[in-house]
């Protein structure tokens, strides 16, 4: 039975057999192939899957650091944690917070998170604390309350979250049985998953479980994108709020894991992510939010600089990061509202077009 990440590769984590492990059977998320993106890639028989993060139990990628963090946090007898969020990390730190029983804190840009991310905070009991600025502000002040006060940070600065999310890496590998893909395509915030990302693919080579490395390719939003860049955004902007970021925590270690793995870190439109938002969703029947689809946008503008087709057969793996109905609203934004008939066999038929 599958027993969430820590049990499956506990020897890759810093758990003891005395570690209480707090999980919700996260991890084990599907590696789908994509066989529309697929054609999309200009290069020789390219093979493009998708690692759908967001049928973790909280709905996104956070909860394979988050299972770690708080059973760490249990281990060291805290009673209390804290995050700055986007609204993902939130969401995940206050379910396992209220399955570990420990209080948890989380502050949230006002009015910057997404609808379904709050009410999963909201539901769990967390103390949601909205501030009137942008997340980077709201872990200024996070950093602040932990170097003074005695409860637990759990942002990805918490070297436990980055150690739990480096085993999407390991799924990927076992899942492509044993093989390791050419390239790595991720979306960047604050940068912690592409450094957990990057560390699990370098362990699982070093234990001989693979025989090479991919290259990482990681995609910020144009109006968040301060590694492209070079320099600190102080306004960031896009509608993929979940990586409206303007001074990444981990900003060193992705620059490190673009670097090491020959890579890139590149920025994506809104309109673009917003184009693979909805491809993904009517072509591929996958309903991701908007900022996961940066990964997919990221690798589709690459592939029209005929950058995949340096590579024979390739195998292009996109992380989707958080699932659609996070973002409700959005989904709704990007459609047609429903067309309303009178209650009427004749009508209805009418306008299915019998
Ligand atoms: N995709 C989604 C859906 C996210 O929620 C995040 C980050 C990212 C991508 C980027 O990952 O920060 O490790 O580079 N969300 C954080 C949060 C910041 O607070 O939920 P990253």
């Not at 990057?198 to 693979?210: A, H, N, T």
């Amino acid at each position: 039975m599958w027993k969430g990440v820590i049990d499956k590769y506990k020897d890759f984590l810093p758990v003891t057999g005395s570690t209480p492990i707090i999980t919700l059977n996260e991890g084990n998320t599907p590696l789908i192939y994509a066989p529309h993106l697929s054609k999309c890639i200009d290069a020789v028989t390219p093979e493009l899957f998708l690692k759908y993060e967001g049928l973790n139990p909280t709905g996104s990628f956070k909860d394979r650091g988050m299972t770690l963090a708080i059973s760490k946090a249990i281990e060291e007898k805290s009673n209390a944690v804290i995050c700055a969020s986007t609204g993902n990390t939130s969401a995940s730190a206050a379910s396992y917070s209220a399955r570990a029983k420990i209080k948890c804190v989380v502050l949230i840009p006002k009015g910057a998170i997404a609808l379904g991310k709050l009410a999963q905070a909201l539901i769990h009991g967390a103390q949601v604390i909205a501030v009137d600025g942008n997340f980077d502000d709201a872990l200024n002040l996070v950093k602040e309350i932990t170097d003074k006060y005695p409860i637990k940070l759990v942002n990805s600065i918490n070297p436990y979250r980055i150690e739990g999310q480096k085993t999407g890496a390991f799924e990927i590998c076992d899942q492509l049985e044993g093989k390791h893909p050419d390239f790595h395509a991720i979306p960047v915030g604050n940068a912690g998953n592409i450094t957990a990302y990057w560390k699990g693919y370098k362990e699982y080579r070093e234990k001989g479980l693979i025989t090479g490395l991919p290259k990482m390719l990681g995609f910020q939003a144009e109006g968040a994108a301060p590694i492209v860049r070079g320099k600190v955004v102080k306004n960031p902007k896009t509608i993929a709020t979940a990586i409206r970021i303007g001074n990444p925590a981990s900003w060193k270690k992705a620059e490190l894991a673009r670097d090491e793995s020959g890579g890139l870190i590149d920025m994506v439109s809104d309109k673009e992510i917003l184009d693979a938002y909805k491809m993904l969703a009517d072509r591929e029947g996958v309903f991701v939010e908007p900022a996961s689809s940066a990964s997919v946008a990221g690798v589709l503008k690459l592939s029209k600089t005929g950058y995949f087709k340096k590579v024979h057969n390739p195998k292009i793996v996109c992380v989707l990061t958080g699932h659609g109905l996070k973002d409700p609203d959005r989904a709704i934004k990007s459609v047609k509202e429903p067309k309303v008939v009178p209650t009427n066999l004749q009508s209805v038929l009418k306008e299915i077009g019998y």
